[in-house]
């Protein structure tokens, strides 16, 4: 990944098109989008001093987001290749110089030296993305501050041999979860902590066809004897 600064002078001719895919292994998610990206996807925590929230498409590259996948796209996949990020006193909107999204035509960024109605419209998409994602770190830093998230790994049995797929992540653990005090249970119920944890926890049964995929489509070199 390369991150530029976007431009309207250096990037006046920019344009933007959709069809691509992501090549990520993971990619970060919202609170609100994970009720139904946890309908295909397995979400999961980032084990660092502040956890993110993440949705799990493979093991060294995307396995699962294609032509013919039929679920919630993230919207940190939609947003790509543009981002935000804190340049001195503001904020600016930066973008990925290697991402095929922006190779050949599409949606213009700049017309005249001007944002486009599109450019206009990204801006406001990224704004509220950032808020969200922001009130999600809150969220996932919460989880951690209790102590209910446990690290976990994703393996595999193949020919009566056992593989790791995945590892780095946590998960919420259902009893420490449930022996939360009732004042910290309600606290999580009022911010939507609770659902949050539902919907993370029911995503886990998609663990099962991520590393199906993994295994078909980017499988574990098998160590040389």
């Given at each position: 990944m390369?991150?530029?600064?976007l431009d309207?002078?250096k990037?006046?001719?920019?344009?933007?098109?959709?069809d691509?895919f992501p090549?990520?292994?993971?990619?970060?998610?919202i609170?609100?989008e994970?009720?139904?990206?946890a309908d295909?996807?397995v979400i999961?925590?980032t084990i660092?001093k502040?956890?993110?929230m993440v949705?799990l498409?493979g093991?060294?590259?995307?396995?699962l987001?294609?032509?013919?996948?039929k679920g919630t796209?993230?919207?940190?996949?939609q947003?790509?290749p543009?981002?935000l990020a804190?340049?001195g006193?503001?904020?600016?909107?930066?973008?990925?110089?290697d991402?095929?999204?922006?190779?050949?035509?599409?949606?213009?960024?700049?017309?005249d030296?001007k944002?486009?109605?599109?450019l206009?419209n990204?801006k406001?998409?990224?704004?509220?993305y950032?808020?969200?994602?922001?009130?999600?770190?809150?969220?996932?830093a919460?989880?951690?501050?209790?102590g209910?998230l446990e690290?976990?790994?994703?393996?595999m049995?193949?020919?009566?041999?056992?593989?790791s797929?995945?590892?780095g992540f946590?998960v919420?653990?259902?009893e420490?979860l449930?022996?939360?005090s009732d004042?910290k249970?309600a606290?999580?119920a009022?911010r939507?902590?609770?659902e949050?944890a539902?919907?993370?926890l029911?995503s886990l049964?998609n663990?099962?066809?991520l590393?199906d995929?993994?295994m078909q489509l980017?499988?574990p070199?098998a160590?040389?004897?």
């Amino acid at each position: 990944m390369t991150p530029v600064v976007l431009d309207s002078a250096k990037h006046a001719d920019l344009k933007y098109h959709a069809d691509a895919f992501p090549t990520a292994p993971f990619v970060p998610v919202i609170a609100p989008e994970i009720p139904y990206c946890a309908d295909s996807l397995v979400i999961v925590f980032t084990i660092e001093k502040e956890p993110k929230m993440v949705a799990l498409l493979g093991r060294t590259k995307n396995v699962l987001i294609d032509k013919d996948y039929k679920g919630t796209v993230p919207s940190s996949v939609q947003n790509y290749p543009f981002f935000l990020a804190q340049i001195g006193d503001q904020t600016a909107i930066c973008f990925d110089e290697d991402a095929q999204q922006i190779k050949g035509g599409g949606e213009a960024l700049f017309k005249d030296g001007k944002p486009t109605p599109f450019l206009e419209n990204l801006k406001e998409v990224m704004k509220n993305y950032a808020d969200l994602d922001m009130r999600t770190r809150v969220a996932a830093a919460e989880f951690q501050k209790a102590g209910i998230l446990e690290a976990k790994e994703l393996g595999m049995n193949s020919d009566g041999k056992s593989a790791s797929l995945l590892n780095g992540f946590s998960v919420v653990d259902r009893e420490k979860l449930s022996k939360l005090s009732d004042k910290k249970l309600a606290d999580f119920a009022r911010r939507g902590y609770l659902e949050l944890a539902y919907y993370h926890l029911r995503s886990l049964s998609n663990f099962q066809r991520l590393g199906d995929k993994i295994m078909q489509l980017d499988p574990p070199t098998a160590p040389k004897a």
